[in-house]
């Protein structure tokens, strides 16, 4: 059936230039001829009725027109925004909608090219994935078949790293990819390093995924046991503390491997009758189950800003936002297409959402609270206790509506005294690399990375941006000058700037100036609130040493985050495609 056309009175949105090149290359539908068959707000009104007409499955008597208008408000008032497979392929043929995947890999040539196959189909609808290692067999294990030997983890990831290469996303997004190893795999010290060969592994992500068994002996200096993933039987005996150093020294080198912590992880697993949690998505803030797939969303906090509220957030607007958002991201669950019958079947049985924020750093910049104090860590937690519980509650009301999940009855609700809830998580906190600059904010829950600089986005796009909040006050404060402007276009920060009052200079501090605990701190709180996990990455300077980073290792597992990311500035590095760049 053909789409109901636009209303005529609907508003055009207002697209930043930066939205206008990043939409124009990538989101935009365009015919054979490569000319766009749509502008904004055909795209925006493509999404908003796909999304909205999902309600007629559940025979609710709405109108689809009147909510079509209220997500197309929703979304070009840049209040919400959903992951950028939603805006590229909502109501095209294509129709896969979720960001984030993860397909389990088999300890047999069948399913390891299978898990190969399956990665190009879901690379090639935009989405990203995320896969465990740790059930393949040793490097030099015995192939029972052939008398040979196997090749291990290592040399098959080469195998998804070139079938990743070759597939470019239907000239969307080149794939992502999340390789993961538990630490007790007999292979793990040549997955630590075995980023270190330049290119061999581009576009993956690596992390080790570390127990807490294994944190234990780390801490007491004790040998823990190397297991054979076939049987699980123990092969060897390693050194905790030598595999603890070789983490940390190759983070330090490179930023690679990142950590995540498996068993922090399945506790907040919704559904373990479902299966255990071995992975989690290409950037990290969203684990599943194998062969689960989800879909994000973000709420701009920068928009929820209120000056004439006591705290500087309106509360009420904010629950607004949650509740029209989850059920947006609810429907999205069933307007996508996914790649395999059985990834639909997953889906559908827990039926995961994951909304999360964005412009938290310019609404730290607004409320004139700094990122590194007390006060923004309050307002974190405030922040995201709030979003998680009203997300419930909306979860809960769409229960009502539609049914809770098919797995809830299996799942800890209700062994916890939770009523029936729509989605088994609600919550994920995402880097919003591009949906940030389509919203004009800064991302996810990170600290601006400068006040003022040159964004190199696709093709060699430069796009210069200087934070708004940051240009208002210099403006009230009589400050903007061709000459500060310029200096702090050329530095990125103000700390050093003593032209700049010290006020200011205090509020306005970007990823370098915060102290690495601080950014720890503040991953741990939303983490708090949060039921997937948050994407977060702890900055360090170039003269960080290891050993401070083998004491963030050991914060995040106490504070009770899922997995850690650093990365000092200025180390050699091949960061995968979660910034603005993969667009
Ligand atoms: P966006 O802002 O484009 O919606 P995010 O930066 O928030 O995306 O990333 C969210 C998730 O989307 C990632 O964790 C990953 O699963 C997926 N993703 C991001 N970039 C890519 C990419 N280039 N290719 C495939 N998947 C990606």
Redesign the pocket.
């Known amino acids: 059936t053909a789409p109901l056309p636009a209303p005529a009175d609907l508003p055009a949105p207002v697209i930043n230039p930066n939205a206008t090149i990043v939409l124009g290359k990538r989101y935009l539908r365009k015919g054979p001829d490569g000319r766009p068959l749509e502008d904004e707000t055909g795209l925006f009104w493509r999404v908003a009725l796909a999304i909205a007409s999902q309600e007629a499955n559940y025979g609710e008597e709405r109108d689809v027109t009147a909510t079509a208008r209220q997500f197309y408000d929703l979304m070009t008032s840049y209040k919400f ?7 590229m392929n909502a109501g095209t043929p294509l129709g896969q909608l979720a ?3 993860v397909l389990p890999v088999g300890d047999s040539m069948e399913e390891i090219f299978d898990a190969v196959k399956f990665a190009a189909l ?2 090639k609808s ?5 896969f465990s290692f740790s059930r393949l067999r040793a490097k030099h294990s015995r192939v029972g078949s052939t008398g040979g030997v196997a090749s291990g983890p290592v040399s098959f990831m080469r195998i998804f790293n070139t079938a990743t290469e070759q597939v470019k ?1 239907g000239g ?5 990819n ?1 390789g993961i190893l538990r630490v007790d795999h007999p292979d793990i010290k040549e997955f630590i390093t075995c980023k270190e060969h330049e290119h061999a592994l581009d576009n993956f992500n690596i992390s080790v995924g570390l127990t807490e068994a294994f944190m234990q002996a780390v801490d007491a200096n004790r040998d823990y046991d190397l297991i054979d993933p076939r049987d699980g039987i123990a092969t060897a005996r390693q050194s905790a503390r030598e595999i603890f150093e070789l983490l940390v020294r190759k983070a330090w080198e490179s930023g690679d491997p990142g950590i995540v912590f498996l068993d922090r992880i399945n506790r907040d697993n919704p559904t373990p009758a479902l299966g255990e949690i071995e992975s ?7 684990p599943l189950l194998p062969y689960e797939a989800c879909n ?1 969303g ?1 709420i701009n906090l920068a928009l929820i800003f209120s000056p004439a509220a006591p705290d500087g957030v309106d509360w009420e607007e904010l629950a607004r936002i949650i509740r029209l958002s989850v059920r947006f991201l609810d429907n999205v669950i069933d307007a996508s297409q996914y790649p395999l019958p059985i990834i639909t079947e997953m889906v559908r049985k827990n039926r995961k959402i994951g909304l999360g924020v ?1 412009g938290f750093a310019d609404l730290l910049y607004r409320v004139r609270v700094p990122y590194d104090s007390p006060e923004a860590l309050v307002l974190a937690e405030r922040l995201m206790s709030f979003i998680q519980a009203e997300a419930q509650k909306a979860s809960a009301a769409l229960a009502a509506e539609r049914g809770p999940f098919p797995a809830f009855d299996v799942s800890v609700f209700p062994a916890k005294g939770q009523g029936p809830l729509r989605n088994a998580t609600t919550t994920t906190i ?9 919203a004009g904010c800064s ?2 829950v990170e600290p601006l990375f400068a006040l003022s600089f040159a964004r190199h986005v696709m093709d060699g796009e430069k796009l210069v941006e200087t934070n708004p909040y940051f240009r208002a006050a210099l403006d009230a404060a009589g400050l903007s000058r061709p000459d500060i402007i310029a200096e702090v276009a050329r530095k990125g920060s103000v700390a050093h700037m003593e032209e700049i009052p010290e006020a200011l200079r205090r509020i306005f501090v970007t990823a370098m100036d915060i102290e690495p605990v601080w950014h720890l701190r503040m991953q741990a709180a939303f983490q708090k609130y949060t039921d997937n996990a948050v ?1 977060k990455t702890v900055n360090l300077p170039n003269t960080a040493t290891k050993e401070e980073i083998a004491g963030i290792y050991r914060m995040a597992f106490e504070l009770g985050c899922k997995g850690v990311t650093v990365y000092r500035d200025g180390c050699k590095t091949a960061q ?4 603005g760049e ?2």
């Open positions: 925004l959903p992951n950028s497979p939603t805006l960001a984030c995947f879901i690379h935009g989405g990203g994935t995320g996303q969307t997004r080149r794939g992502a999340m989690t998505n290409p950037c990290g803030e969203q994000l973000s964005m995402a880097p919003t690399g591009t949906l940030s600059i389509i991302s996810g994407s995968v495609l979660c910034t993969a667009g």
